[in-house]
């Protein structure tokens, strides 16, 4: 790996976590009153903000209407100064265009599409600043956001990347140990019944390591479940105490 | 959502009440929201702020990166605007969907902001004819309801006002080559003459009256709009007229005499507002979206 | 006298209320926290029972014979069926729930109408009373004519007839309190703040009237006075509607958002509450956050006390 030794001798990384230490992670549901579902979400210096519209009467073209569940509809984009580099377009580039198949893919695979024949519902997904895992941050954000519109999910989906140097897989990559040019593995999980919903992977990997690999990314995305958890409880307590009866 | 349907009966009890002086939220004609600003939110921008104003919500980042005069001015940096109606704000914006309004949108801003009168655009020039700073001003939409323009130019004034640029040492190498060195340490920066940058008022002819800041149901039943920039000294610098129907010149001055009086009284909160957020400094947590 | 109008308006100082945002305090009496001592709250995912003798309800799935929770919000048990409410939804229609609705659409022999549901319900021309007698034949006449009775854009208070097996809704306005909604003030809130009560429709001791619909929508209007609710429900008036009506609207528009940002459930009581606790401030304060957290919070204990 050139220039920058992304795990020190004393197994610390660039930001002084360990191997497996997950950035800190802070969210919010509900944070815009228009939308049917919002979320915002912090995982240290990647930010990230997800809206959901739905379920609602099929837009557009009729024939997209499917009898027997409801279309998932997603778009990801990322804020033209999201990035350290200036970004010339938010979305539709083929970055974006390919990361709003995956989310659409993802949330496939978790929403109960089936009690909502006919209808469709859009997932927003915006990159407000850009460190890494932005769509693990993205993922994390609509699963927030999906709970709050009140959509059956089947379970969490959560995100997070895996790296690996120096025989050590490292979690929740930020943006320099990404570019770095390892190995970067990014994986969606439905954590209860360990059904991963994405599994994508760029840069070569000895197929020896590929096991220790993804056993860590599961591993980072059972963690992030469990934050995600505590913010999703938290949220339904407050509410429930104000509503009362 | 960018426009909203309402009855011909909604509309009429809209008309009645701005006739009355009393709108549906309560508010006189020339009464804004209450609003809210925040700078400093995104750590890869030289600037950016945050401002909500009702339900309209909108993030402004400003980038500065150099680049080269342009031919005309060899001595000034410039701007450039662009404004991102995400889909995140409404459906509607999805794929091309907002290009039209961001369009229609950004290039307003050039006429606004984009000029010597409201930044000195001189002093983000770095070498005559070589390099300057160019500030890219990019506007990201996360909720309409109703007023972006207005909030838009505050949120931009606000970033503009938080934007530091890197200090700029020329050196010349033996060929007689510029370099351009940039300061490492983030104290040694430029900011910024906030000064002269105008705020925008939107007034919306409603009947035989115009209000300020209106919402969604109040511009549906508006069949034009009188877009004015002014200065804190109340100097109007841009005005435009929006929106499908036409006024009467008569009406035309008593905008803007409206835009003018308003438009001035903003400046100063907001300059408070400002000044007093970076006094406290770290002092005051963030609320970003967290809050 | 136009003049002098707009003179004393111009001499009214205006001065944009600007601040720097502050972490939001949701208001709550602590009383009302020991309220979550007895509720089962469960996140997606969460496995209610693996007893089987239950019946699924919304809100749940079965994962591996155990009843599971697929979204988050409070478990209800009705004998034998569990349910999951969820914190915030869309409408979720049942058969004789009140709504109020904008007609979207004008098709042949029936009107799509807006909701807030997951379909765009439906109001069939044959669902509605016509001028001149109840039990008339639907002619092709008033076919034609359907633009006459309802435009796109128009909003209707309604009743939810029957639900189609997609889930939409199929409404009716055969009763005089539904139909066309003349002048007023339209808010849109989440359905899940709604009390259920015995009826939707007040007329509140203001003066004025507020439709809560099921969906959500909340409709505020000057109560009718006799020869408006004979019309039968397809006659708007557009006299103006008085200035005291307009100021008892807007403050009642006012609170109703205050309470939905503080998640205070809504029905006649409680507004009728916050109205009164507004009072010491102007209408168009409100909405301001420090004003908001007051109002809300004596609107509570007023309802505390009176629950004693």
């Known amino acids: 790996m050139a220039g920058l030794e992304l795990l020190s001798d004393q197994g610390y990384r660039l930001d002084g976590r360990k191997a497996t230490e997950l950035r800190k992670v802070q969210a919010r549901m509900g944070v815009f009153a228009q939308a049917d579902g919002s979320a915002y979400i912090e995982q240290g210096n990647t930010k990230a903000l ?22 998932i509809n997603c778009q990801y984009s990322m804020a033209t100064f999201s990035t ?14 390919e990361m709003s198949l995956h989310l659409k893919q993802t949330f496939e695979a978790a929403v109960l599409t089936n009690l909502y024949p006919r209808s469709q519902i859009d997932i927003y997904v915006k990159i407000l ?117 | 959502m960018a426009t909203v349907q309402i009855s011909e009966a909604e509309k009429v009890y809209i008309l009645h009440g701005v006739r009355d002086d009393l709108r549906v939220d309560g508010r006189g004609c020339e009464d804004y929201r209450h609003m809210e600003v925040e700078t400093d939110m995104v750590s890869n921008t030289d600037g950016s702020a945050k401002v909500s104003l009702g339900h309209t919500d909108v993030l402004v980042g400003v980038k500065a990166e150099i680049g080269k005069p342009r031919p005309v001015a060899r001595d000034e940096g410039y701007l450039e605007f662009f404004v991102d109606c995400s889909a995140n704000a409404t459906p509607e914006f999805e794929g091309r969907g907002g290009d ?25 020039c770095i070498s005559p004819g070589e390099h300057c700073w160019v500030l890219y001003v990019d506007v990201l939409l996360l909720q309409c309801d109703g007023n972006l323009f207005d909030a838009i130019s505050v949120a931009i004034k606000a970033a503009l006002f938080n934007t530091k640029i890197p200090k700029v040492h020329l050196s010349e190498d033996e060929q007689g080559g510029k370099e351009i060195e940039l300061s490492d340490d983030p104290y040694d920066c430029m900011r910024l003459n906030v000064e002269n940058v105008p705020c925008v008022v939107t007034l919306c002819k409603v009947g035989h009256r115009h209000v300020v800041d209106a919402t969604m149901q109040e511009k549906a039943c508006s069949v034009a709009s009188l877009i004015i920039s002014v200065t804190h000294k109340g100097t109007i610098t841009c005005v435009r007229k929006v929106g499908g129907g036409s006024l009467d010149p008569e009406s035309i001055f008593e905008m803007t005499e409206t835009g003018k009086r308003v438009g001035k009284a903003l400046h100063a909160p907001l300059m408070e507002l400002l000044h007093k957020e970076e006094s406290l400094g770290k002092k005051r947590d963030k609320v970003g979206f967290l809050g | 006298m136009t003049s002098n109008k707009s003179a004393v308006w111009k001499t009214v100082s205006m001065a944009a209320d600007m601040r720097l945002p502050t972490i939001r305090k949701q208001v709550s009496l602590s009383a009302s926290l020991s309220a979550l001592d007895g509720k089962d709250l469960v996140v997606p995912g969460d496995v209610i029972t693996s007893d089987t003798g239950f019946m699924r309800g919304h809100g749940t799935y079965m994962d591996e014979e155990k009843l599971t929770a697929s979204v988050a919000g409070e478990v209800e048990r009705v004998n034998k069926l569990i349910c999951v409410r969820p914190l915030k939804t869309r409408f979720n229609g049942e058969v004789g729930d009140v709504v109020v609705g904008r007609v979207t659409e004008v098709q042949q022999k029936r009107w799509k109408v807006e909701t807030n549901s997951r379909l765009d319900s439906v109001l069939l021309l044959s669902s509605v009373n016509l001028p001149g007698g109840e039990l008339r034949r639907r002619s092709a006449e008033d076919e034609l004519a359907m633009r006459d009775y309802l435009l796109e854009g128009d909003l209707i208070s309604a009743e939810v007839q029957s639900v189609f097996s997609d889930g939409a809704l199929s409404l009716h306005t055969r009763s005089l309190k539904y139909g066309k909604l003349g002048q007023g003030v339209l808010i849109q809130l989440s359905p899940s703040l709604i009390k259920r009560q015995k009826t939707h429709f007040h007329n509140l001791p203001c003066g004025t009237s507020i439709i809560l619909g099921n969906n959500g929508f909340v409709w505020l209007y000057p109560t009718p006075g006799h020869q408006d609710e004979e019309a039968g429900g397809y006659y708007t008036s557009l006299e103006p509607v008085s200035l005291s009506d307009r100021e008892v609207i807007s403050r009642l528009r006012n609170c109703l958002l205050a309470l939905s940002a503080h998640k205070v459930m809504l029905y006649d009581t409680s507004v009728l509450y916050c109205y009164e606790s507004s009072m010491p401030h102007q209408i168009k304060d409100i909405l301001k956050p420090e004003v908001m957290e007051e109002v809300v919070m004596v609107t509570r204990q007023k309802l505390m006390e009176q629950e004693g």
């Open chain 1, 50 to 71: 997800a809206v959901v519209y739905g379920p609602h009467e099929v837009r557009g073209s009729r024939s997209r209407t499917l009898n027997d569940r409801a279309v």
């Open chain 1, 84 to 97: 350290s580099e200036r970004k010339r377009r938010p979305h539709g580039d083929r970055k974006s265009t």
């Open chain 1, 129 to 245: 600043q850009s460190d890494g895992g932005n769509y693990s941050a993205g993922v994390n954000a609509a699963t927030l956001a999906v709970i709050d519109a009140g959509i059956p999910l089947r379970d969490y989906v959560c995100a997070c990347t895996a790296g690996f140097v120096d025989e050590t897989p490292l979690t929740d990559l930020c943006h320099a140990e990404e570019s770095g040019g390892g190995t970067s593995l990014a994986m969606a999980l439905l954590p209860r019944g360990g059904h991963i919903a994405l599994l994508q992977m760029d840069a070569r990997l000895h197929q020896d390591h590929l096991e220790t690999l993804m056993e860590a990314a599961m591993t980072a995305c059972k963690s992030i479940s469990k934050v995600l958890d505590q913010v999703v409880r938290q949220h339904l307590q407050e509410v429930s105490a104000l509503t009362g009866e």
């Open chain 2, 100 to 124: 039209e309004l961001g369009v229609e949108l950004s290039n307003t801003l050039y006429k606004v902001f984009g000029n010597r009168s409201s930044l000195d655009l001189k002093s983000l």
